[in-house]
């Protein structure tokens, strides 16, 4: 039985909530007063809210409370936290300083050893000093794998087989051969002990880990709807056992000073409630957008009333439309840009939050009345989360998911990136898929906003993990594909993000100010390159780990290795958890190298170099190059 499911099975799973949470009616108040702004005034269909958690809440009045219509309940009563159950997670980032006399690191000592930045290759990947320590045993299974990873039409119909397992009756087979192969190599574990001493192994090379429970959570989309209530009392259940195993992971990453642990929106509310609540975001930067006549980036009263508010599910219910644009407004000088809106009209804001509500019962755009409290819970969860690992000083990597998920994923991020990134710590990651479209644009937006609101920014960048499901469902529902439409144009798209976040955070070290965090996660060697050649160029220290570097456990070990000797920060993403519960997470690692045929050829023949190597006793061998074009 999979971790989730002993929770699942527990009788003593209780919501998660925080007991001192505020009515929502304070909590709306709170936010107008501290912002200064006027309430929005609806004509009708006040829905009961939820409060808002914040770490400051300002004075409130009863004014408020009647201008959005809504009477000031009760406190919620809050069901204390379940015993925790078996959560690992854990992350490490060890000093490299050991290798770093081969290799000086940019920014001082670069300039001291007079290096020109520009010649000679920084990146030297050795497949043997990632190989030598595995016994030969492991090294071939690890053949194996890549000999059927670079199976397309294997790989391809992987999910079919399985299915068809488990009609036969057969699972128990199938398991056990991804269990010994795809699972041993890919994933740390499913016990805390194998878990930990995978990290260790990794820490001794000088490389950090970022431990993923990878279990993963969708749209149940073609099943028959269930009882309405049950089905979200069912989905807040198996929310409280998720944040649970976040939390035991958080306790496990602990143990490892420096470490990271990656967090799952997804797992943190019920999939339908983020597809609701994501979809009026996605149009109302469209709107937005096409109310932008002039592609300026702002627009006025008479352009946000009729394009942007119009676009919202309630936006028709709006009694003042120049209230809702004064709130937007804060300097009042007639025009507002994307970043005004999203700051003023977000979920956290408990005056917008009508807004977010179906116009009318038979619509399927937008939010229903429930959505705000199990938003509110959602936002608990990640708060308990967050807290409990700031309190033990281990960072957090929120991770992208499917478009249709992500509006909501990145609100939850900027809404615990605003409340915990502050000070001289940077404590949350968000992730930017830089396969979409438009990518670099949502990463400018949010570090715009961040100057703004001033908290410091940190982001995760990966070309993406989701790109057949997201171009199969944007065929088969009829809507444009989020995905660039070349593998080169990603290869842009991500360098000249990657370019863009060294060169603020270069500049920002120059003269002293707040500098953004970058977390440069792929397995291609030639953004690796690209990125600590600039980092040479522009002389950034990296000492505090302004500008890290990440793989994933299983792929590209030589670039790992290689960019620890460089004396740069470098991570293993680490996933754990149950073979059932990762299955997909597997699924996905195949298809990404199946992807690269060429790239896992030469890492298969480099495995098999080493075997040789072994069989024949010879002594060390010499470096096999590995060059990866992949993600």
């Not at 016990?191 to 490389?207: F, N, Q």
């Not at 809702?324 to 300097?331: E, P």
């Not at 755009?365 to 819970?377: F, K, M, N, P, Q």
Request: proline share 5%; net charge neutral; charged share 20%.
């Amino acid at each position: 039985m999979s971790s989730i499911a002993r929770v699942l099975s527990s009788s003593t799973t209780r919501s998660l909530l925080d007991s001192s949470r505020r009515p929502a009616a304070t909590a709306a108040l709170a936010y107008a007063r501290s912002t200064h702004v006027q309430p929005i005034v609806y004509s009708h269909c006040a829905p009961r809210a939820a409060p808002l958690h914040t770490r400051a809440a300002a004075p409130c009045t009863a004014r408020a409370a009647r201008a959005v219509g809504a009477s000031p309940p009760g406190p919620t009563k809050a069901a204390s936290a379940s015993l925790a159950l078996r959560e690992l997670s854990t992350d490490q980032r060890v000093s490299a300083a050991a290798h770093a006399a081969t290799d000086p690191p940019p920014g001082q000592d670069a300039r001291a050893a007079g290096a020109d930045p520009t010649e000679g290759s920084l990146l030297q990947p050795d497949p043997a000093l990632a190989l030598r320590q595995l016994g030969l045993g492991k090294l071939a299974t690890v053949w194996m794998v890549y000999q059927a990873c670079g199976s397309q039409r294997l790989v391809q119909m992987a999910p079919a087989l399985l299915r068809l397992f488990e009609r036969l009756r057969l699972s128990w087979l199938s398991n056990s051969v991804v269990r010994r192969t795809f699972f041993a190599w890919f994933c740390a574990g499913e016990t805390e002990r194998e878990i930990v001493h995978t990290m260790r192994r990794l820490k001794e090379a000088g490389i950090g880990s970022i431990l993923d429970f990878s279990a993963e959570a969708d749209l149940d989309e073609g099943v028959a709807s269930r009882d309405a209530e049950a089905a979200r009392a069912q989905a807040n259940v198996k929310a409280d056992a998720f944040t649970k195993e976040y939390l035991h992971g958080l306790h496990m990453a602990a143990q490892v000073p420096g470490s990271f642990a990656a967090l799952k929106v997804t797992g943190l509310a019920d999939p339908e409630v983020l597809f609701r609540l994501s979809q009026p975001y996605a149009r109302l930067r469209a709107a937005f957008d096409e109310a932008d006549g002039d592609k300026d980036g702002r627009v006025d009263f008479a352009q946000f009333r009729d394009g942007v508010l119009a676009a919202l599910p309630g936006g028709q219910r709006v009694a003042s439309a120049s209230g809702v644009f004064g709130m937007v407004d804060r300097d009042n000088d007639g025009q507002v840009d994307w970043v005004d809106v999203q700051m003023a009209l977000g979920m956290d804001n408990p005056l917008a939050r009508p807004l977010y509500l179906r116009a009318s019962p038979t619509s399927d755009y937008g939010a229903v009345a429930s959505d705000l409290d199990d938003y509110e819970r959602l936002l608990s969860r990640a708060r308990a989360v967050v807290q409990h690992a700031s309190d033990r000083s281990v960072r957090v990597m929120v991770d992208a998911e499917h478009t249709y998920f992500q509006p909501m994923i990145d609100h939850v991020a900027l809404v615990m990136q605003r409340e915990f990134n502050n000070g001289s710590g940077t404590l949350v990651f968000n992730t930017y898929q830089m396969y979409r479209h438009d990518s670099l644009q949502r990463m400018n937006d949010d570090l715009s906003r961040a100057d703004r609101e001033g908290w410091k920014f940190a982001a995760k960048l990966v070309r993406g993990a989701y790109m057949e499901l997201e171009r199969e469902r944007a065929a088969r529902l009829g809507y444009a594909s989020p995905i660039n439409p070349t593998l080169e144009a990603t290869h842009a798209v991500y360098n000249e993000g990657v370019r863009q976040l060294i060169e603020r955070i270069g500049g920002a070290q120059q003269t002293g100010q707040q500098a953004p965090c970058v977390f440069v996660a792929t397995h291609n060697n030639q953004s690796i390159e690209q990125a600590m050649r600039q980092l040479r160029v522009l002389h950034v220290d990296t000492s505090a780990e302004s500008v890290m570097f990440g793989q994933l456990l299983g792929m590209q070990d030589a670039t790992s290795y290689a960019v620890a000797k460089a004396g740069l920060p470098i991570y293993k993403y680490v996933p754990y958890g149950s073979l059932t519960e990762v299955m997909p997470y597997l699924i996905r690692r195949a298809q990404e190298n199946s992807a690269v045929g060429a790239a896992i050829k030469k890492e298969a023949a480099a495995v098999m170099a080493e075997i040789r190597r072994r069989l024949a006793g010879a002594g060390r061998g010499g470096a096999v190059e590995v060059q990866s074009n992949s993600t």
